[in-house]
């Protein structure tokens, strides 16, 4: 699939999924020095591949009619400095319930560790501005995913499937906080809880065969 249909493709499971709510996202997709990003304005399961422009990583517009996503100057600053090759930006509920409400979220269920851990919220800027961008680059050093202050949440991927499955797993993170604090207090899990983790993750028990 080529970068544009890829954009087109998640674009689709992002409305379908309930992430983005017609206009209310981007993704971009990088090879090289290129990144292909949604379009400015348009609904994410309506698009074409044509649509999508492709900009280079200096934000010149390289291939399409359409103005690349306000939020592209976002996308790039981070690409400028980490190693994804796919974004995934969203104002989903839960997510920006908790961008709206919190400095930051914390883990309370293991699968946090997939996106590094605590999950900072950026500080707000308006959209689209240098501000943000640089607001965001900073709450994602080190991490996969960043929420923005009153805004949504922004993840990062090798690949853009990667990307979007962090967007999920984000999105489910948010809901569990929120959901749980109307049942009680949730409870955090400790650092040496999440060394635990870590540590079994990577000795998994091998199971041996009946003879
Ligand atoms: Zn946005």
């Given at each position: ?109 293991y699968?946090a560790l997939l996106?590094?851990g ?94």
């Amino acid at each position: 699939m080529s970068l544009r249909e890829q954009l087109c493709e998640y674009g689709r499971r992002a409305v379908e999924l309930g992430l983005v709510i017609g206009t209310s996202g981007n993704l971009s997709v990088r090879e090289g020095d290129l990144v292909a990003v949604t379009p400015s304005g348009a609904a994410l399961d309506r698009l074409t591949p044509e649509m999508c422009p492709v900009v280079d990583v200096e934000g010149y517009l390289v291939e399409g009619d359409l103005q690349p996503s306000s939020e592209t100057p976002m996308h790039l600053a981070v690409y400028a400095t980490t190693d994804a090759k796919a974004i995934v930006h969203t104002h989903s509920v839960f997510g920006t319930i908790v961008a709206t409400t919190m400095t930051e979220l914390p883990p309370v269920h293991y699968n946090a560790l997939l996106l590094g851990g605590v999950v900072r919220v950026a500080e707000y800027a308006t959209y689209g501005t240098p501000e943000l961008a640089a607001n965001v680059r900073a709450a994602m050093e080190g991490k996969k995913a960043a929420l923005m202050a009153n805004h949504g949440g922004v993840t990062v991927g090798a690949t853009l499937e990667e990307a979007f499955e962090a967007t999920r797993l984000l999105e489910w993170l948010c809901e569990v906080y929120v959901r749980g604090l109307s049942v009680g207090k949730p409870a955090v899990l400790t650092n040496e809880q999440l060394n635990a983790v870590v540590e079994r993750a990577l000795n998994p028990p091998t199971f041996p065969r009946r003879l």
